[in-house]
């Protein structure tokens, strides 16, 4: 399914070189932990609370993750290096399959509604516009016909940053300027889709920080305005998190949770030396999928999150 | 700012709380607490470790008998050790040279081009400088838009050359034409965001470091970043060699740990701090403020520098004679109003008085909530202004329709409005309230 086809070769080698600086962390950090070791320790257990907390799992997720192979242990006693490195991978995708269904093709998502309405949500800075662009690039290059509704009235120059990816990827736009009501430019953005009969509609809203209360009114405004022209839209509820964020992330999902009833994550700028384990521990507690990563500046770089291929990629499995 | 952790490390005290003293025993229960508090408020896993050892030796070499309570001995420690960590004292940045020239570098998202205006605006007003902002992110679609319209916005010329694809050469005509001139002593450098892994970007940066030769190079980093923040602060310094970080986002609710773990690691300290999205939300960055914060202390003395900024000295002393005498109306009400609202976001204000940072923590501050009590002022005469107990029903009618209120609300208004009356006549008997304050431990 061209673009959506994640992680054929190419692209598991992007991946892996995407996480490679965290793979190389956590693989070489394991190795040394157990090396002249014939079964698994408190301090080994110690070294992998470690590794887990630095790659911003979290404290809670962590222990629940050592419990678990302490557990696992339990049964199996003797634990080789390799064996030990499946269990971990083993545990980890458990922990997220248990929780959330994966996403397997986003395409599937669209089927039942025409348009697909996506809004896109997030604290600032954390790359809404550029996954927006790249979202609409990759639909388009598949056929499906985009409407950007650009509810970022707010952060200078917004507007004009959006409607270049627009013209880049040759989506629609719908645009009422700065500083005017981001709510009706989501609901103009739907009518036009309607209208020019448009498959998918992305509407990027401003950045704010999820304790601003007046803030997030507004987007449960923008997303309540959205329904009043289809009744089910927006159909999703997309909250993208830089990948370098820390426990924060959790609160962030929380609170855009409450406002506006999240039901998917991105992940950006997973490319850089940030371990991107605050993935696991967000789907663990909030139970909301992630369906995106960022890897990259590129258009494909945005992939669809595979669980498997990133608890391995993450483990240098 | 650092609610989190600051519940965190309560909890952590009530530990020892109820302990007589601290021995050996109960310290490492609450220094466990103390790691995992800092932990979660994403504090480097090493430093996180390294500084709850250095507590505990602290305080198992403290006599504990003779202290009073040993939860209060070990607040007093922990703050002092997150102070030393957080740099000590407070610096400012580097304005020598003609012109100054500062270059801000760091991740995409930080909020570098924020941040810029923000501090172009600053040195503009407060430090009497004629800054030039220059455009130097050429890669993400409409960066250079948005830098002109800050500049816009604060009245700051922004040197662009939006044909131009080469960052260091535009840092440099940029430079060339602010001494030519002469007009502009301050060039601010905003980049392009950049990952530290990624030598191509990094090249760029170290060149327009070498063209340039700024007095002051910036590093910008988003305050909710995790664990990464170590490894990303020592991969730009190794580059750079930057002189001062930045700390973004602040206004936002559970980190800091960023703040501890790059001071650290780095060994440089943190110069300003991004409070808001309004480009007047920049504060100095306090060390010891921030220590205290983090301990649940408040910061009353930034509520107290903020006030005095911004606070108009003969406005206030001609407030407070009318207040002395009684006389206070409702158009002093009204510039009172307009004073607080100089001051910035109301809830960040109450968030800096010890206490009440943790109680507000969920609940709502409506910003516009002034806007009605400004309406209905602004609808009444002259005459009724000055005369606050001039009103008839008639009168409150004609007032509540003119202000688009119901006359409930403009009751509500006139009823409070007496009531302040009242209190500020018992307060006039309590002159010398502000004496009895010197004496509470925080301001010794």
Same mark, same amino acid.
């Given at each position: 399914m061209g673009i959506f086809s994640f992680f054929s070769k190419d692209k598991k080698e992007n991946l892996d070189k995407g996480l490679e600086k965290s793979r190389?962390?956590? =693989?070489?950090?394991?190795?040394?932990?157990?090396?002249?070791?014939?079964?698994?320790?408190?301090? =080994?257990?110690?070294?992998?609370?470690?590794?887990?907390?630095?790659?911003?799992?979290?404290?809670?997720?962590?222990?629940?993750?050592?419990?678990?192979?302490?557990?696992?242990? /339990?049964?199996?006693?003797f634990v080789s290096t390799s064996e030990l490195n499946k269990l971990l991978k083993d545990e980890i995708v458990k922990l997220l399959n248990e929780n959330t269904i994966e996403v397997k093709n986003t395409f599937e998502d669209l089927k039942g509604f025409k348009p697909y309405v996506i809004m896109v949500v997030g604290v600032n800075g954390v790359g809404k516009t550029t996954t927006i662009g790249k979202l609409a690039n990759q639909f388009m290059k598949n056929g499906k016909t985009v409407?950007?509704?650009?509810?970022?009235?707010?952060? /200078?120059?917004?507007?004009?940053?959006?409607?270049?990816?627009?013209?880049?990827?040759?989506?629609?736009?719908?645009?009422?300027?700065?500083?005017?009501?981001? /709510?009706s430019v989501a609901f103009d953005a739907v009518k036009k889709a309607i209208e020019?009969?448009?498959?998918?509609?992305?509407?990027?809203?401003?950045?704010?920080?999820?304790?601003?209360?007046?803030?997030?009114?507004?987007?449960?405004?923008?997303?309540?305005?959205?329904?009043?022209?289809?009744?089910?839209?927006?159909?999703?509820?997309?909250?993208?998190?830089?990948?370098?964020?820390?426990?924060?992330? =959790?609160?962030?999902?929380?609170?855009?949770?409450?406002?506006?009833?999240?039901?998917?994550?991105?992940?950006?700028?997973?490319?850089?030396?940030?371990?991107?384990?605050v993935v696991i521990g967000i789907s663990d507690q909030?139970?909301?999928?992630?369906?995106?990563?960022?890897?990259?500046?590129?258009?494909?770089?945005?992939?669809?999150?595979?669980?498997?291929?990133?608890?391995?990629?993450l483990l240098g499995l | 700012m650092f609610d989190n952790l600051n519940s965190k490390l309560d909890r952590a005290f009530k530990v020892l709380k109820g302990q007589g003293r601290i021995t050996e025993i109960n310290v490492a229960e609450t220094v466990k607490e103390i790691r995992r508090a800092l932990l979660d408020a994403d504090v480097n896993y090493k430093i996180a470790k390294e500084f709850t050892d250095k507590v505990k030796i602290e305080a198992l070499g403290q006599n504990v008998l003779t202290s009073v309570s040993p939860g209060q001995l070990m607040v007093k420690i922990v703050q002092d050790e997150l102070t030393t960590l957080m740099g000590g004292?407070?610096?400012?940045?580097? %304005?020598?040279?003609?012109p100054t020239v500062i270059l801000m570098s760091g991740l995409q998202g930080s909020g570098k081009t924020t941040f810029s205006g923000k501090l172009a605006k600053l %040195?503009?007003?407060?430090?009497?400088?004629?800054?030039?902002?220059?455009?130097?992110?050429? +890669?993400?679609?409409?960066?250079?838009?948005? %830098?002109?319209?800050?500049?816009?916005?604060?009245?700051?010329?922004? +040197?662009?050359?939006?044909?131009?694809k080469d960052a260091v050469k535009i840092a440099l005509n940029a430079l060339k034409e602010a001494k030519l001139n002469g007009v502009h002593d301050v060039v601010i450098i905003d980049t392009a965001g950049r990952l530290a892994v990624d030598e191509q970007m990094m090249d760029e940066i170290a060149k327009i470091k070498a063209a340039v030769n700024p007095n002051e190079i910036l590093f910008v980093v988003d305050s909710m970043t995790g664990q990464d923040a170590v490894n990303t602060a020592k991969a730009f310094n190794e580059r750079l060699n930057f002189d001062g970080v930045i700390l973004t986002k602040l206004d936002g609710d559970t980190r800091g740990g960023a703040a501890i773990s790059i001071m650290s690691v780095v060994q440089k300290p943190i110069k300003y701090v991004g409070t808001g999205e309004k480009l007047d939300a920049i504060d100095v960055f306090y060390p010891d403020r921030m220590a205290s914060r983090i301990l649940g202390m408040g910061d009353i003395v930034s509520l107290v520098e903020k006030a005095q900024e911004n606070f108009d000295k003969d406005e206030a002393s001609r407030l407070a004679k009318k207040i002395s005498k009684n006389e206070f109306n409702f158009d002093d009400f009204l510039t009172q109003l307009g004073q607080i609202k100089k001051m910035g976001n109301i809830k960040d204000l109450m968030g800096m008085i010890p206490g009440v940072g943790k109680a507000i923590k969920d609940i709502d501050i409506d910003e516009n909530s002034f806007k009605g009590i400004e309406a209905i002022i602004t609808?009444?005469?002259?005459?009724?202004?000055?005369?606050?107990?001039?009103?008839?029903?008639?009168?409150?009618?004609?007032?509540?329709?003119?202000?688009?209120?119901?006359?409930?609300?403009?009751?509500?208004?006139?009823?409070?409005?007496?009531?302040?009356?009242?209190?500020?006549?018992?307060?006039?008997?309590?002159?010398g309230m502000g004496r009895s304050l010197k004496n509470m431990p925080m301001f010794k």
């Open positions: 190389d962390g956590i =693989f070489s950090k394991i190795a040394k932990a157990i090396a002249g070791k014939s079964k698994i320790d408190d301090e =080994f257990l110690d070294e992998l609370e470690d590794i887990l907390i630095a790659s911003d799992v979290g404290v809670e997720t962590t222990l629940k993750i050592i419990k678990r192979i302490e557990a696992r242990v /339990a049964i199996d006693k409407v950007i509704g650009a509810a970022d009235t707010f952060r /200078a120059a917004a507007v004009d940053q959006l409607k270049v990816w627009s013209e880049r990827s040759g989506a629609t736009f719908v645009s009422h300027g700065m500083n005017t009501d981001p /709510a020019i009969g448009a498959d998918v509609v992305l509407i990027d809203t401003a950045g704010r920080l999820h304790n601003k209360i007046n803030l997030m009114t507004e987007l449960s405004k923008i997303k309540r305005v959205m329904s009043k022209s289809i009744e089910t839209a927006p159909h999703e509820v997309m909250l993208v998190i830089d990948g370098s964020t820390g426990q924060n992330a =959790f609160e962030q999902a929380k609170q855009f949770t409450a406002a506006t009833e999240l039901t998917s994550l991105a992940v950006t700028k997973l490319d850089g030396t940030a371990k991107g384990g909030l139970k909301i999928p992630v369906k995106y990563i960022g890897v990259g500046e590129k258009v494909e770089d945005l992939q669809v999150f595979n669980r498997e291929a990133f608890v391995e990629s | 004292q407070a610096r400012d940045i580097n %304005l020598k040279g003609n %040195l503009k007003e407060k430090r009497g400088k004629n800054p030039l902002l220059v455009a130097c992110d050429i +890669y993400r679609p409409a960066a250079i838009d948005q %830098l002109k319209i800050l500049g816009e916005q604060i009245g700051i010329k922004v +040197y662009a050359e939006p044909e131009n609808s009444m005469t002259p005459q009724e202004r000055q005369n606050p107990d001039s009103f008839t029903g008639s009168r409150r009618l004609r007032v509540a329709k003119g202000s688009g209120t119901s006359i409930q609300e403009v009751n509500d208004l006139i009823k409070q409005f007496e009531e302040m009356r009242k209190m500020m006549k018992t307060m006039n008997k309590f002159q």
